[in-house]
């Protein structure tokens, strides 16, 4: 049975029932106040590569709290003036790897950031930042960390290192402020719709198979994990479910979509069992921008569009930041 | 296949080849030292049960750097002078779950104390204690938290927090200082082996199966997690293994069994392909107590002698203790 | 996907349509007096355990056609007066195991029996009771074994132990007849239901997660072992599918439900794909007592409440038995 | 790792260490004895078949203690004078089906017998005789029924119906006794082995990827079921590992070998992880008899020759039995 | 879940919605006379076997193309006048095997032919027949070998080299043309119907649980390969889809039913996930012929009805073809 | 049990006994004047890409017979003089994909040439290159297509298109033809081992985890496909085992090996089951390159070193090619 979700037209029809919390706005815009209130320092080194088109910066820079997170920065080396800016976020368990790996931004006249993923970076693909701050007892993962309280929960800083980043990115000088994408797999695709739903500087939000979206029907849908971890953390804390989803509200990209005006491009993979596509569009038809599309894949499961979507990506991009 | 593992003869004449380091004793009594200095209140209160043979105390007491820890105490209601103490420790994921659900120690007239895992506590049982600190990239589990630096380890936390359940256990009226034994299946034997080697006042030790042995030969043998978790992570960091076994020789039950000089009755599986029976016995064989026995169980896996080994723990430590 | 069956509303809606044989009643009543006529012996042995607080005894006692079936007895050591029973059944695979292994019936003051399963005893836990009788072909496994006729099938044996024990009980005068309770998990669940429904005598039942109801729609429901043996049995005895479902409804969870006057706490996991939820509504829809309950554990597969519906039965029967 | 088991030269230097209990012989006499001595009626009713080549005969005969037992007995139906026998024995879990599945010993000109397995007849095929007799705890399947006891055991009464078999057809007119031959694959070889080495009528013994030999080393090298069953019924009853081997030696392949004078064609698959080929050689270097081959497949696992090892057998047996 | 698909009322209900191509005719009597048109030479050689009442004959005849393809020919040695005619075809990776291996229909009295599969033979069984033909890039196994146009499909080849086949046999004077029967499970099914749909010769048609029938909705409710070696394809190949669907609708069972004025038994699996019994149904119910039946096997998967449905095909054979 | 294959010492001392045909050379200088023979057209048409760094070219070149093989060729925009080229060949079941894909060499500065895999490209990237050519009866998969002969055999077309791609390149203006290099992961290892062995302008090769050497360790130790395809077709063709090493003799990396003088980095993974690291080692050690360096990776699986490869390579490369 290869369709482990609703399919169209029932699938098209959905639409999530994740409540909006009421003071949704007011513990991000603290949060994040907090966290500039942090300050921190900013550092860009050189890094050594074979390449010779591009210049890579080996970047750190003050994340949740001011804590330390990394990233790569990769420049065109022949450029001029502003540079339209593409930041990616990185899927579940993977960092931020090597800068020679992912080169189709930078290599199309794009300033190009990944971020790593605090405390992950060890499951598909090597990081380098710390996540410093512990947990309540948890299921092996990230999902289950600090779940019994929204100030606690892990993404509440990983999504906050999110919008940091922008922070960073719009003071260099090489950025063209009114040009800035934000993208990503999975979960890089969710941590791309909580960024440009917290802050109003994304122009273009690109999230692929995004992971972290409508929670009460993934964790009841998925068939793998990561979503599979909640359900094995409520298996054993049988009391906890509502404590559970009343974190989770906040970290729902149905509701960072809600928030969201900036142009978007989804993909959905409609064999996907690890993001039930039910849920990719419980985030696509909450989201607010007016200017929004979604490629579908049929027979794809959480690869998706892959290669295709990348292609999507720079044309779909390119048209709207003058790069065609 | 079902034998994962050296079988005899090979299996008796194995010894580990991990190294002490020089200074293993200092760091864990500059450990101890330290965590002591950090004090922290200890607190008993009556857990509401339907027990009337049993009075079960929630307890939770200072573990490492004074963070609290919590633990069930079970203590026959019907008593008189001073009891033997048995002090168990919880296998991987698991937590210290309700009070009703280990009773044979109290039952045969022990004070019996179950020791909750910081920060595990969702997999197959609940838990009740945080781990606060956080860790560098890490495999999902604990098993590389913090594991580049032998001060950052996640198991440097847990090890003191089993000593000073002791330290908290010996200032009790109830408790015998001479009759004080350790125990634990799995990660709790490698715990208990790691209680019985920092500290003197453990007279007796019972790992079953035990986890955390022989480092170096089990990542390179085990056939299902967690030591995977380590392969996992070294297959992304793939330059940081000598930093790696670096770190664990400091956390090694060989070298604990080195330092011991308890009475100790082992139980090996010799199907088991989560622990691998040569790494029970490389501790084993490094046991510097005299009055040492290991009990095998030729067709069990991870399971090991569950209830048989029981009796035979019951048997050998009341003789001991003088409760037989 | 991880329900495996129906979910709410239609959950709660359903009803099982398995037909109540017309002479149910009588089929057992018969199959209960054969038995009783047959007689048979009771030895009550002290059982060897290093328990203290609480005295075990190895009881042989006549079941069906007075084969002999093992028990353990557990009684709180300080006693008085006559004790309420929780007389308990094992799931399938397993036996009686160890006295020392599930105290908390008797730390709570009541007197525990655990039964044997006859010719079973070997899966999960260790058993000590024979099964005489032989099969026509059958699936590995009990669930096909004489399965072609009613008089046959392996659990109208195994249905009449459970029953003859509460007889075997009842003469002993430390039984309070008036609060006697079953209960078990999974099979031990089925043969409560059953017990519960053929006699009377029995004031409160706590099937968890029970087996053995709803079968028609259970073997074309469940995911896993062991409804699929008979599944696989029809498989390859293509031409027998009446014949066997005629067979089972003499022994449906649905149809005891039907007959039973006990209060009644059953539990039910909605993830279960071993006991299908349906199954279980099915039975607890049908049960004919007007004081019942059943728990939810929306997030388990067949390990259901575990110890949390312990402190639910524990808190219930307390109640019911004046042990509260 | 696609070889399980000992390969070249290690495989063909394999001697079985299984040993010969000094009341084998007597055993197997007094048996048979017994059997034979409870007498029994044997009936031959015409199969309805639409073949027209072949006649098909459904036999009931006395097996173990006179208990009824099946095969489907075919004959050619243009046939002269005495014919050569062919008895085949069934595999693990299967039946003797239909009359018209195996045709390729009557059509060759043989008399062909299939015997029907009690009690199983349900996992791949399907088979119409019962197994009157039950069990001591046991683990699903055959492999430990009665296994604590060498006159309980399952395969005592098994392997005393094959030679109740030839008895049987022994007293028919149309079948040549100097040309006797017994075959089967798997368990089917090994009651084949068996009834070689208790009967010396049988003059050929066709054992293929036998089952049921060298279980001291099978039940510490299969990799699958059924051997496991053994295993998983050590692992819980952990006390009574010498009592059933103590019982396996009276139905070891390895004692049967040692006490066969017949001719035999052996055939062995070295990646055969369910009669690991170790076992299988075991058997064939203890085969008394002195025209001995055995044929090796070595890229086959459990399936081993299949069809070509049809046609060696036909080809062997038909220069034996003057068919050629 | 055992039931991976529809089940009644709504499975009866279920009509497929596969298109016919308005070419449909024409493509298959062009590609028929371009084959006939190819030529190519019949070779019946006598095969060596034992076997004594039945002859065998290597045949090779001009299939597509006129390209060489084998099969076995199996006679009754008896035999007087024109014989009816069964040809079988080989399910998915099978070859012909050894002739010895199924006797059934030439002990019946019939003339059988059994067809060997281009370039297949090596998964299960083994085949003798070349598929000399290459392919654009393509998915292991032949589902997707020149799935981009109807003309280099690879079953354009497999269902002509059928048609050919009877074109051959028709051509020998033991064979009486009015009873011509095609059979085949799972792609031996889907063949029949090709043929039969094809080619009005064929007075009956016998497919068990046949593959190749309503790819769009098989492709989307398919458990296992395979049928999901498209959707890999589709995975990979995401412009492709429309491109694939429309040369799939040339070569699916459901238009060769819609043509067929055959006597049809067909057979289905309810539990089947390999041909989903919708697929199966949707063929049937298109069915064009009026005497047709379809025998159900509820508890049955991909195995289908086994030696059961031969029974019902000699028996549903003979009358029609006055063998009873 | 992580490492399926030797390990140190006995990995390290393992040399290889795969046989060189004595008209191995011949063999492989026939089938390439054969098909340089058959001439054919090479066409470069620009493609469309956002990329503004890199030039892309859709490549069409006569690959063995003259059939048309597909590539993609990037250069770095701002070039000057002649560049040294890397030829990569692609995973097994893989494709050219697109450009955008792989992008460092060029952006390091280097003429890059990904050649497409005929008649592959579907199971994890997408190809576009046919193999026009069919086979004898074969195991889904390419390594047993046409194996019976080494004249058919798959290979000995695709390792033909490797050398044509490397003559089709030198024929272009921008490269360097003393500073050329071949590479690949697992099969486009092999077949850059394959270039190297038979075409002495290669100056360079760097094959990781390859691929088709040390067929006959390889198929008796590799745990998972596809060397396993090989196993599964000898179970089926019992009888060509030989005929099949024969062939494959001719298509060795091992042989390759001995026959090339290029400079040489591999790379080895000591937990690869899919191209066990022995059957690495010989190759290794038989090449007869001078200047030849292995990398291991011990805690990889065939992921091997990835991005650490990468670096490694262009280091390595960097260093020979003047391009540090």
Not at 174 to 196: H, N, P
Not at 211 to 220: I, K, N, Q, S, T
Request: one cysteine or more; a negative charge; proline letters at 6%.
């Amino acid at each position: 049975m290869p369709f482990p979700d609703l399919t169209h037209p029932a699938l098209g029809a959905y639409r999530s029932s994740v409540e909006m919390p009421g003071d949704f706005a007011s513990f991000w815009s603290d949060t994040l106040a907090q966290s500039r209130a942090a300050g921190g320092k900013v550092e860009m080194v050189p890094a050594e590569t074979s390449l010779k088109l591009i210049e890579a910066f080996d970047v750190t820079f003050p994340g949740f709290d001011g804590q330390p997170v990394k990233g790569w920065l990769l420049l065109p080396k022949a450029r001029e003036g502003k540079l339209p800016l593409v930041v990616q976020f990185i899927g579940y368990g993977g960092g931020r790897s090597f800068p020679h790996e992912l080169l189709h931004w930078a290599a199309s006249g794009y300033a190009y950031f990944r971020m790593d993923t605090r405390g992950q970076g060890s499951g598909w693909s090597m990081g380098a930042t710390s996540d410093p701050v512990g947990t309540t007892p948890s299921i092996p993962g990230v999902m289950t960390k600090g779940v019994l309280d929204k100030n606690d929960y892990y993404y509440r800083r990983l999504f906050t290192d999110g919008v940091r980043a922008v922070d960073m990115l719009l003071d260099q000088d090489f950025v063209d402020a009114e040009r800035v994408a934000v993208c990503g797999g999975s979960q890089g695709g969710g941590i791309a719709l909580a960024v440009a739903g917290i802050d109003r500087r994304v122009k273009a939000v690109m999230p692929d198979v995004p992971f972290l979206c409508d929670y009460p029907r993934a964790v009841r849908t998925a068939g793998r994990d990561p979503y599979l971890e909640i359900v094995r953390f409520l298996a054993q804390h049988r009391d906890k479910s509502a404590q559970v989803f009343e974190t989770l509200r906040y970290f729902d990209g149905v509701n960072f979509a809600r928030q969201s005006n900036a142009a978007a491009l989804f993909s959905v993979a409609l064999m996907d069992d690890i993001c039930p596509p039910s849920t990719v569009y419980g985030a696509y038809q909450a989201f607010a921008g007016s200017d929004k599309t979604i490629v579908e894949y049929e027979f794809n499961n959480h690869e998706g569009g892959g290669p295709f979507q990348d292609r999507e990506q720079m044309k779909w991009l390119g048209k709207r930041f003058g790069m065609a």
